[in-house]
């Protein structure tokens, strides 16, 4: 064996090179599907309605709702309460009634308790019979005030108020052609209490009609004449 020669005698082992570790492979979840027919329709016909009947039965929340407090009462309606509400002017183009609260009132709608008859307007006053009937308010009664005189589809109104036996009085009047209507009334009503009746009577609203009637000179007819 030559010197130049080296020769391995040591015995030759396999080399292996180091193995790589593979990560773990992680599996997303995946949406199941039913490959089997009758399972699917089993859900849609008794699984799907019961849901739906439960959704729909479910009680919806409540809406709070704010309490209003209650709306006023009214007031109280009395006779005396009733007797300061008195209406003036004509109802439907006639002379109203007197109200039955007020018994210091005479008019000549057939309503009302105080009746008396319409004036007759002479052919000779017809002309001016309004300008007439105010000279005669103005010459006879006390503190007259004229507050409305005006034409109406249904006649000539006039309304005054005068000084009354308790206060003031209120005077309206509708001349159409040769018929005048009227009402006489007291703005105030006496009520001595307990009592709930009104004190007083027409006599008084009788008198003023009769004392404007004579100084007109115009006829006015009354139960007395048909005796």
């Known amino acids: 064996m030559s010197m130049n020669t ?6 030759s082992l396999p080399i292996s090179s180091p193995k790589q ?19 699917t329709n089993f859900l849609l016909t008794h699984i799907a309605p019961l849901a739906l009947s439960l ?29 300061k509400n008195l209406e003036l002017g004509l109802d439907h183009g006639k002379i109203r009634p007197c109200p039955s609260t007020n018994p210091g009132c005479v008019s000549t ?6 009746f008396a008859f319409p004036w ?20 006879t009664q006390k503190n007259v005030k004229i507050q409305v005189m005006e034409g109406t589809p249904t ?17 309206e009047f509708l001349v159409k052609k040769d018929v005048v209507t009227y009402r ?6 006496t009520y001595v209490y307990p009592f709930t009746t009104a004190f007083g009577d027409s006599k008084g609203q009788e008198e003023r009609m009769k004392t404007i009637i004579e100084e007109l000179g ?8 048909m005796d």
Do not use: C, H
């Not at 080296?6 to 015995?11: A, I, R």
């Not at 990560?23 to 997303?28: F, L, S, V, W």
């Not at 009354?164 to 009085?169: E, L, M, P």
């Not at 006489?184 to 009503?189: E, I, L, N, P």
């Open 218 to 225: 115009w006829y006015a007819p009354s139960f007395d004449l």
């Open 6 to 11: 080296v020769q391995d005698l040591s015995p």
């Open 109 to 114: 709608n057939p309503k009302s308790s105080s």
């Open 184 to 189: 006489s009334m007291a703005t105030k009503v």
């Open 55 to 83: 959704s729909l039965s479910s009680p919806l929340p409540s809406l709070a709702i704010p309490s209003l407090p209650p709306p006023p009462l009214p007031p109280p309606t009395t006779p005396f309460s009733q007797s």
């Open 155 to 171: 006649g000539q109104y006039l309304q005054a108020e005068v000084d009354g036996g308790f206060g003031r009085d209120v005077l």
């Open 120 to 139: 007759v307007v002479p052919e000779t006053a017809s002309d001016d019979a309004v300008q007439r009937l105010r000279d005669a308010i103005v010459k």
């Open 21 to 39: 570790k593979t990560p773990p492979r992680i599996q997303t979840p995946t949406t199941a599907t039913f490959s089997n027919p009758n399972r």
